[in-house]
């Protein structure tokens, strides 16, 4: 079935260092892709999208590039600030028109940036 | 547009008794998804409505339960409640479209522990 792997956490930096976030998946078809952010006590909240090969998703200085060939959705920021730190997960979306809407998601991963 | 709302936002109970928990989706979105989201096993899929109709279930015994009315609200229950059912319960509202487009926004969640 679909399965997302993230890379193994929590992340910590310091304020302005560059960040990626790996993200692979399994799955039939062409699926759409998400990075959704969760902060302290929150729900989830979108972050970025993409729904087919080579799109880019990108929001608040996140970027993220849909890559078929290597079924990956890495997350990357050029310079991160305290606000990022929260918990960031990647998810995996319908593989085709007429699916349902279930999102399959990663464990997550934990991001503290430092002042 | 007003986002996903839930209620109530926590709820304290005790084993063997049942709960309610309430979500309205973002006007004009008829897809309502759940999800309960735990340390140990993260975000799981627990049921999706679309139009009043369940059109996808994830793998919980049938003591989660859920429903949409025609408003697109919908209410999930859990019957006869158990210590590991302590989580953050996600609602999630999209447009329906059941396709590779269709975005999931979540509320805030439910935060449900169970004495």
């Known amino acids: 079935g679909d399965s997302v792997t993230q890379m193994e956490g929590p992340v910590t930096l310091s304020e302005e260092a560059f960040l990626t976030i790996n993200c692979t998946y399994t799955?039939?078809?062409?699926?759409?892709l998400f990075w959704y952010v969760q902060y302290p006590g929150e729900g989830l909240q979108l972050l970025l999208k993409?729904?087919?090969?080579?799109d880019k998703g990108s929001n608040k200085g996140f970027e993220a590039t849909y890559r078929k060939e290597t079924t990956s959705f890495h997350l990357e920021k050029g310079s991160v600030q305290v606000s990022d730190s929260a918990v960031y997960f990647c998810?995996?979306?319908?593989?085709?028109?007429?699916?349902?809407?279930?999102?399959?998601f990663g464990k997550g991963i934990t991001l503290s940036v430092r002042p | 547009k007003a986002g996903v709302t839930q209620t109530p936002r926590y709820l304290i109970k005790t084993r063997g008794q049942q709960v309610t928990l309430s979500c309205s989706p973002i006007?004009?979105?008829?897809?309502v998804s759940w999800y309960q989201q735990t340390p140990g096993q993260g975000l799981q899929f627990l049921f999706e409505?679309?139009?009043?109709?369940?059109?996808n279930k994830g793998n919980f015994p049938g003591r989660f339960s859920g429903r949409q009315f025609s408003n697109s609200r919908s209410e999930m229950n859990v019957s006869t409640l158990e210590l590991g059912d302590s989580a953050l319960y996600l609602c999630?509202?999209?447009?329906?479209?059941?396709?590779?487009?269709?975005?999931?926004?979540f509320g805030p969640g439910t935060r449900l522990t169970v004495l």
């Open positions: 006007s004009g979105h008829r897809s």
């Open positions: 799955a039939t078809g062409y699926p759409s």
């Open positions: 999630a509202s999209s447009p329906g479209l059941a396709g590779v487009t269709d975005t999931q926004y």
């Open positions: 998810a995996l979306g319908p593989s085709y028109t007429g699916a349902n809407s279930k999102l399959t």
């Open positions: 993409a729904t087919k090969a080579d």
């Open positions: 409505y679309f139009s009043e109709t369940q059109r």
